[in-house]
């Protein structure tokens, strides 16, 4: 059997961190099993569905790796929907039902005031053919429901909430399509998981009661159900589900100079007991990629571990994956100097301006006599060498001067800043000329 999985985004705004993280599962289980990734969009909704979010989708998921080897539209498969929906009603699995919302809401009402399931009482099922003809003279127009078997306990194993079991007796029957004759989520997922080929339905923890009706749809249409895993949904680090998180997108992590592998890092991981790693490849993500692993806790999403993680990210970063983000003649040297200062990428270009100057004059107080030595011992020493060394060498000599009342006065005047990279793979980078004047400045 050849794995295969789906990612199924709304095309009504940004992808979220949510949303990036099913994708992921969905994306490392199929490149673990050597199996297919497909991408669905569920753009049914032709009112809020937008192109732009269309490209958008696409463009963020290439972002980050995740390349679908195959991508459908729900919008051009309604013929297949609908030539399913017709075996079902002809079936006895779809009836049609003629409530208003008002209706429904107020039977619902009642239920819950004699302490009962708020569960719709197939009332439509009792309806004559001469009931619905004068309903719909009256111009009312049906709504489609899936009538569920009672008779059938509804069981799945799942990879990691374990034994699941429903009494669909329990349960409305779900509505399939509007009176308008649009379609809502629940059928035409399963007929495209069945057309597809499905084997392995990865979503979030909200989709556990879906899952149950789905099933009876998969069996209604003589498909077995694929396996599904639910996960436990994201929190925020307040601790509780937090709404920011659903507006937390892929456009935002790229502005704040956050890498796609930091974002693959802690996301495949998030969730399990497993450390979060700085990976730079996703082989090791991919290996240990595990629904064992994950437990039903709420799964924590704290941006400031994000930022820590892509620090140590960017740190391993080589220059010709940047080159083409730094600044105009900043080259590797530069590049491997300033790195391990970095937060992000973007950050390199306010090193690249301490090297190139101009920086801030410091008012150096009473290390100005100090300084206007530095300035001449730099004059003095070979630059060809190590001139830091030698610079602070021949000044720790000449005044005595050690630890941070020799390092940092130095520091200041050449950077204008108290702290940085490495002033000895600095110091060769700003250079002779730069440095004297500098130091003869403060």
Known sequence: MTVVTRFAPSPTGRLHVGNIRTALHNWLFAQRESGRFVLRIDDTDAERSEERHVDSIRADLAWLGFTPAQEVRQSQRFALYQRRFDELVTAGRIYPAYESAQELDLKRKIQLGRGLPPVYDRAALGLTDADRAKLEAEGARPHWRFRLDHAAPIEWNDLIRGEQHFDPATMSDPVIRRADGSWLYMLPSVI???????????????????????????????????????????????????????????????????????????????????????????????????????????????????????????????????????????????????????????????????????????????????????????????????????????????????????????????????????????????????????????
């Open 192 to 442: 495209d998981d069945i057309d597809l080929g499905i084997t392995h339905v990865v979503r979030g923890e909200d989709h556990v009661s879906n899952t149950a009706l789905q099933i009876q749809m998969f069996a209604a249409l003589g498909a077995a159900p694929p396996a599904f895993a639910h996960e436990a949904l994201l929190t925020g680090s307040e601790g509780k589900l937090s709404k920011r998180l659903g507006s937390v997108g892929v456009d935002q992590f790229r502005e704040a100079g956050i890498e796609p592998q930091a974002i693959r890092a802690l996301l495949a991981r998030l969730g399990t007991s497993d450390p979060v790693e700085p990976f730079m490849d996703v082989a090791p993500l991919i290996a240990g990629f595990d629904f064992a692993r994950f437990g039903r806790a709420p799964a924590r999403f704290d941006e400031a571990e994000l930022a820590q993680l892509n620090a140590r990210i960017v740190h391993q970063l080589p220059y010709a994956t940047v080159a083409d983000r730094l600044p105009a003649g900043m080259g590797e040297p530069a590049w491997e100097a300033v790195r391990p200062n970095l937060a992000t990428v973007a950050e390199a270009a306010d090193w690249w301006r301490v090297i190139e100057g101009p920086v801030p004059v410091p008012d150096a107080g009473e290390d100005a006599g100090y300084l206007a030595e530095a300035a001449a011992a730099a004059a003095a020493i070979d630059w060809a060498g190590d001139p830091w060394h030698a610079l602070t060498a021949r000044l720790k000599e000449a005044t005595g001067r050690k630890g941070k009342a020799l390092f940092l006065p130095l520091r200041r005047a050449l950077t204008g800043r108290d702290h940085g990279p490495d002033m000895a793979t600095l110091l060769p980078l700003i250079g002779r000329d730069r440095a004297i004047a500098r130091l003869s400045a403060a």
